[in-house]
Each structure stands twice: as structure tokens, then as C-alpha cells.
């Protein structure tokens, strides 16, 4: 249990570890369109954690800046990295907002601003954690390197390089990522596996310029009616990508986890329901909607463009049509093995008259972590005692890049145990994190470090 002083002190500052969030949110920290903005809220979370007795720094990479702090409690102590992220998705359409999603406001309940879930709030746990120790507990139980992100939400385009130049400084004996949900409202999770991702985007360029589709139509290949056949042929009839090779290397769902799985009682039609639709009819038919979303690969067409698409009639065949494209992969897929196999299936499907053009936009490896580890002992304590229920072990569909480098160039299987909820509305307008969320996420972050140096502190050494 927290010593009765780190309870009391998150208790008391419920209100101002509110009210820092919201100064966080304010910066609108995209990656792809607010370089300054970016700049501006790092340089926040390093005065920020300066307060809180770390040393913090701005670091210049190849793309968004990065931050990078530390806490030395003393040398008997296990080392935690805690990583978050700072960058947020763009806010449009801004007309689909209630508020100003950089001016957030508390309504019902819950915290409605861009970032408040996805990452700054998850983030700012950690902080009001570790500012609890610090000011009643005598100062931290471990040793606490930190690392926020200002790429993530661009798929971390440069944070393998950045990772790999700074892997000594970023050393630890334990990583925890908070950067996701529960399963459901009031039952806490820890992730144990993510997709990773290959997003590609096909050009179909066809005749020099928009031409007459009565004068030239019959003779000259449309791009749009090519890239629609393509889009078409990707999946068969049971769902399943007919790229050449594409299943071969994914790792089997265990008999174990599809009963754990079971176990969880997800209710298909109250998903369905909650999503807005009638029915769950994507993916392969042969599979269960759990494991098609946790633990098989998918391809989904995210965005197609050609032609004339203003308001009225313009009668013409187009010079090009596009199409983006994210293939969502599972272990032990290889994204660069995946994208060969896509370009090879474009090149078979470009009929006369058309020249292709495959362009990578974003890759990540999947990554599959331990689950029976010191590390995940602490987590589970933590969550139980903040949540007053102990987590259930599940897989996502989502990506999170640096799970796996991480895994890969540290050595390090992090710890997943984020605190949004499945209904956040994280990537869309009115993103939303719940008050008591924060306090509880905070709460979990505090213990998590008190149980880390119980389970991680060597024989013979204080702890």
C-alpha cells in the first residue's frame, strides 16, 4: 500500500494536477503542422519536471523535439523509464467539437480537450506520481528516466535513430508505457501485445492532364475505376487479404489465450452498437471479432482521392487517383516483407495505360511482450490497488512504435498499463479523459514505482 502521506498528497492536489492538464492541452502539439507549438510544449514539461527535482532537457533529433529527464534516488534502486508522448492528432473537424479542443473544460465528468487521453493525460499521471513522492514521500522509490515523444502520433518516423543514439542515456532495468486503455470502463488492463503497422499510399497516374470523358472515354484507362478494381481485390470473399504470402508468418493464437479471451465476455453486439453500425462484418469471417481486432492481420483502405469531387457535374476522366492504405500486422510479421508483397500485388493489378507508384509512409514491427515478470507483478498490484480490480491481460490492435524498439535496442519488455477508456474518443473530435481516471491513473503510477523497487531490488541491497 502508498504510505499514508503520497495518498493524502494526491488526494489534496486532485484540483491542481487537473489544472496542469489543462495547461498541456493548450499547446496544440501536432506533429505535422505545429512545429513551434510542439517546441513550446516541450519546453513546458521541461520546467515542469525541473519543479519536480528531475534534470530535463530539450533534445534535437531529425524531426519534433524529444524530452528527456532523470531522477537518481539512490543506487540501490532498480531504474524505471517511464515514456509518453507529447505530439497529439489534429483536432479537425473543429466543427464537430462542443469546446475549443485546446481550451479544455470539465463537463460530466470528464475532461474533453485534444490529448486529454491520448497521451497527455496519461503522461501527466506519471508527473502528479512522481511530484507525490517527491514533496511527501521522501522522494522516489527508483531511480526515473523519462522520455516523451514528439512523433508519436506521426508513427515515430525517427524515434528508432533517436532511441538508438541515446540508448546509454536511456538505460534501465524496467520501462513502463502509458498510452492506452482498460478493457472496459472500471475494469483495468495490461497490454501484452500490439499490431504493428505498414501504411503505403498508391498513385495510379494515368493520361497527362483531365481529359473529356465523352471524347476520350473508351479509349484512354480512368486512374479512379483502376485504383477502384485494385482496392477491390485485396480481400477475398472470406475476408481475407489476398496479398501472396501474407499469413505465412503469423505467430498462432494459443488454446490458453483464446480462453482467457472467452472469459471476457465481450458482448459483440453492444461493440457493434457502441461504433455505430449494425454488425460486425470486416475481417476474416473464420475468426471470432476479438481475435480478428487483438491478434490477426488486417488491411484496410484509409483514404482514396481522383477526379472531381466539387459540387455539380464535371464530365472527365482524371489524370491520377490515390489511394492510403495501413496494413495492421501481428507477430512475427515483417512490415518490409509486407510492403514488398503489396508492391509485387500492384504490379499485377496496373492494367494498360496506368504507371503505379507505391510510397511507404509509416512502418512499425509488432511486438508481443512477457507476461510473468517482476515488472508485470508490479503493474498488476498497482492497478488493483488504485482500481480496487485486479487487470485482465489483453492484446491490442493498435500500434504503439516504441513498445518494440524498446524491446529491441534496450531489452526492455515495458510494462503497458494505460488509463483511458474504450469510449475516449481518441483520434476524433470531443476526446475526452475521465476526472476519475486521472486521479486513479495517478495513483497506479505511484504504486507501480513502490512495487518496482520491492520486486526489482537485489538480494542484500536496501529497499
Given at each position: 500500500?502508498l504510505?499514508?502521506a503520497?495518498?493524502?498528497?494526491?488526494?489534496?492536489?486532485r484540483?491542481g494536477?487537473l489544472a496542469?492538464l489543462?495547461?498541456?492541452i493548450?499547446f496544440?502539439?501536432?506533429?505535422?503542422?505545429?512545429?513551434?507549438?510542439?517546441?513550446?510544449?516541450?519546453e513546458?514539461?521541461?520546467a515542469?519536471?525541473?519543479?519536480?527535482?528531475?534534470t530535463?532537457?530539450?533534445?534535437?533529433?531529425?524531426?519534433?523535439?524529444?524530452?528527456?529527464?532523470s531522477?537518481?534516488?539512490?543506487?540501490?534502486?532498480?531504474t524505471?523509464?517511464i515514456?509518453?508522448h507529447?505530439?497529439v492528432?489534429?483536432?479537425?473537424?473543429l466543427?464537430?467539437?462542443q469546446?475549443?479542443?485546446?481550451?479544455?473544460?470539465?463537463?460530466?465528468?470528464f475532461?474533453?480537450?485534444?490529448g486529454?487521453?491520448?497521451d497527455?493525460?496519461?503522461?501527466?499521471a506519471h508527473?502528479?506520481?512522481?511530484?507525490?513522492w517527491q514533496r511527501a514521500?521522501g522522494?522516489?522509490?527508483?531511480?526515473?528516466k523519462?522520455?516523451?515523444e514528439?512523433?508519436e502520433e506521426?508513427g515515430?518516423?525517427?524515434?528508432?535513430?533517436?532511441?538508438?543514439a541515446h540508448?546509454?542515456?536511456?538505460s534501465?532495468?524496467?520501462a513502463?508505457?502509458?498510452?492506452g486503455?482498460?478493457?472496459?470502463?472500471?475494469?483495468?488492463?495490461?497490454?501484452?501485445a500490439?499490431?504493428?503497422?505498414?501504411?503505403?499510399?498508391?498513385t495510379?497516374?494515368?493520361p497527362s492532364a483531365?481529359?473529356?470523358?465523352g471524347?476520350h472515354?473508351?479509349?484512354v484507362t480512368?486512374p479512379?475505376?483502376a485504383?477502384?478494381?485494385?482496392?477491390?481485390?485485396?480481400h477475398d470473399d472470406a475476408?481475407?487479404v489476398?496479398?501472396?504470402?501474407?499469413?505465412d508468418?503469423?505467430?498462432?493464437?494459443?488454446?490458453?489465450?483464446?480462453a482467457?479471451?472467452e472469459?471476457?465476455g465481450h458482448?459483440?453486439?453492444?461493440?457493434a452498437?457502441?461504433l455505430?453500425?449494425a454488425?460486425l462484418?470486416?475481417?476474416?469471417?473464420?475468426?471470432?471479432?476479438?481475435?480478428?481486432?487483438w491478434?490477426?492481420p488486417t488491411?484496410?483502405?484509409n483514404?482514396?482521392?481522383?477526379?472531381?469531387?466539387?459540387?455539380?457535374?464535371?464530365?472527365?476522366i482524371?489524370?491520377?487517383?490515390s489511394?492510403k492504405?495501413?496494413?495492421r500486422l501481428v507477430?512475427?510479421?515483417?512490415p518490409?516483407?509486407?510492403?514488398?508483397?503489396?508492391e509485387?500485388?500492384v504490379?499485377?493489378?496496373?492494367?494498360p495505360g496506368?504507371?503505379a507508384?507505391?510510397?511507404?509512409?509509416?512502418e512499425?514491427r509488432p511486438?508481443?511482450?512477457?507476461r510473468?515478470?517482476?515488472e508485470?507483478?508490479?503493474?498488476?498490484?498497482a492497478?488493483?490497488?488504485?482500481?480496487g480490480r485486479?487487470?485482465?491481460?489483453?492484446?491490442?490492435?493498435a500500434?504503439?512504435p516504441?513498445t518494440e524498439?524498446?524491446?529491441r535496442l534496450?531489452g526492455?519488455?515495458?510494462?503497458?498499463?494505460?488509463f483511458?477508456?474504450?469510449d475516449d474518443?481518441?483520434?476524433?473530435?470531443?476526446?475526452?479523459f475521465?476526472?476519475e481516471q486521472l486521479?486513479?491513473?495517478a495513483?497506479?503510477?505511484?504504486?507501480?514505482?513502490?512495487?518496482?523497487?520491492?520486486?526489482?531490488?537485489?538480494?542484500g541491497e536496501?529497499g
Amino acid at each position: 500500500m502508498l504510505p499514508d502521506a503520497v495518498s493524502k498528497h494526491l488526494d489534496d492536489n486532485r484540483e491542481g494536477n487537473l489544472a496542469r492538464l489543462k495547461e498541456l492541452i493548450a499547446f496544440p502539439s501536432v506533429a505535422n503542422s505545429r512545429p513551434d507549438d510542439c517546441r513550446r510544449c516541450a519546453e513546458w514539461l521541461v520546467a515542469r519536471l525541473e519543479s519536480l527535482g528531475l534534470t530535463a532537457r530539450v533534445v534535437e533529433g531529425e524531426g519534433r523535439p524529444n524530452v528527456i529527464a532523470s531522477c537518481h534516488a539512490d543506487d540501490a534502486a532498480p531504474t524505471l523509464l517511464i515514456y509518453g508522448h507529447y505530439d497529439v492528432q489534429p483536432a479537425e473537424p473543429l466543427d464537430e467539437w462542443q469546446t475549443d479542443p485546446f481550451d479544455a473544460v470539465v463537463r460530466d465528468g470528464f475532461l474533453y480537450g485534444r490529448g486529454a487521453s491520448d497521451d497527455k493525460g496519461q503522461l501527466s499521471a506519471h508527473l502528479a506520481a512522481i511530484e507525490a513522492w517527491q514533496r511527501a514521500g521522501g522522494g522516489l522509490p527508483v531511480n526515473v528516466k523519462l522520455l516523451a515523444e514528439g512523433e508519436e502520433e506521426i508513427g515515430s518516423p525517427t524515434m528508432e535513430s533517436f532511441l538508438a543514439a541515446h540508448a546509454e542515456e536511456l538505460s534501465a532495468d524496467a520501462a513502463v508505457i502509458s498510452d492506452g486503455e482498460f478493457h472496459a470502463p472500471g475494469v483495468p488492463a495490461i497490454t501484452y501485445a500490439l499490431r504493428g503497422l505498414a501504411y503505403v499510399e498508391v498513385t495510379f497516374r494515368g493520361p497527362s492532364a483531365d481529359i473529356h470523358s465523352g471524347v476520350h472515354g473508351g479509349a484512354v484507362t480512368n486512374p479512379i475505376n483502376a485504383l477502384a478494381r485494385l482496392v477491390a481485390a485485396l480481400h477475398d470473399d472470406a475476408g481475407r487479404v489476398a496479398l501472396e504470402g501474407y499469413y505465412d508468418d503469423v505467430l498462432p493464437l494459443s488454446g490458453e489465450e483464446r480462453a482467457a479471451w472467452e472469459r471476457l465476455g465481450h458482448d459483440e453486439g453492444e461493440y457493434a452498437r457502441s461504433l455505430g453500425v449494425a454488425a460486425l462484418g470486416g475481417g476474416e469471417k473464420a475468426f471470432a471479432p476479438l481475435e480478428r481486432r487483438w491478434a490477426r492481420p488486417t488491411l484496410d483502405c484509409n483514404g482514396i482521392v481522383g477526379g472531381y469531387t466539387g459540387v455539380g457535374s464535371k464530365t472527365i476522366i482524371p489524370a491520377m487517383a490515390s489511394a492510403k492504405i495501413s496494413m495492421r500486422l501481428v507477430a512475427d510479421q515483417d512490415p518490409k516483407k509486407v510492403v514488398a508483397a503489396f508492391e509485387r500485388f500492384v504490379a499485377a493489378h496496373t492494367p494498360p495505360g496506368i504507371v503505379a507508384e507505391t510510397r511507404l509512409n509509416a512502418e512499425a514491427r509488432p511486438v508481443l511482450l512477457r507476461r510473468e515478470s517482476a515488472e508485470m507483478d508490479a503493474g498488476r498490484a498497482a492497478l488493483t490497488e488504485a482500481f480496487g480490480r485486479e487487470p485482465v491481460f489483453v492484446r491490442h490492435g493498435a500500434s504503439v512504435p516504441i513498445t518494440e524498439q524498446i524491446q529491441r535496442l534496450l531489452g526492455l519488455d515495458a510494462v503497458l498499463m494505460g488509463f483511458g477508456l474504450p469510449d475516449d474518443n481518441i483520434h476524433s473530435p470531443n476526446e475526452r479523459f475521465a476526472v476519475e481516471q486521472l486521479h486513479g491513473a495517478a495513483r497506479a503510477c505511484a504504486a507501480f514505482y513502490q512495487n518496482l523497487r520491492k520486486g526489482l531490488t537485489r538480494p542484500g541491497e536496501s529497499g
